[in-house]
């Protein structure tokens, strides 16, 4: 794959770490910060919750890693067209059904990363 495209999913993968501690190790104290449209007596009581939501994006992000070490191309290309295009769902159905920014932090940067693979 292209340069550009490894730097593109090495991007969102870390997005998806953070997302991983986020709402798995700080979701009572950064959580309220970040998602500040969410009301702030519900973070303790949706902790497992969200910690159940971070894992899911670690396996995300796990993927799109792996994806960067296949040594070969045709699987490292379906790899990471798999999980950016997981990416991609999930960001669209979180920005219809939980928050429209989640389209621009989540969806928008997948699709970009699955034209550049589809570019190399």
Not at 43 to 70: C, D, H, R
Not at 85 to 105: E, N
């Amino acid at each position: 794959m292209l340069i550009v495209a490894k730097l593109i999913i090495a991007l969102v993968a870390v997005l998806h770490v953070y997302i991983l501690v986020l709402e798995m190790f700080l979701w009572t104290s950064r959580g309220p910060k970040v998602f500040s449209n969410f009301p702030h007596d519900l973070f303790e009581p949706t902790k497992a919750m969200a910690a159940n939501q971070g894992l899911y994006n670690g396996f995300l992000a796990a993927g799109l890693v792996w994806s960067l070490v296949i040594s070969d191309p045709i699987w490292q290309k379906n790899v990471a067209i798999f999980f950016l295009g997981c990416v991609f769902v999930a960001g669209v159905y979180g920005a219809a059904t939980a928050d429209r920014k989640i389209l621009f932090v989540q969806a928008v940067p997948a699709l970009i990363g699955l034209l550049a693979v589809f570019l190399s």
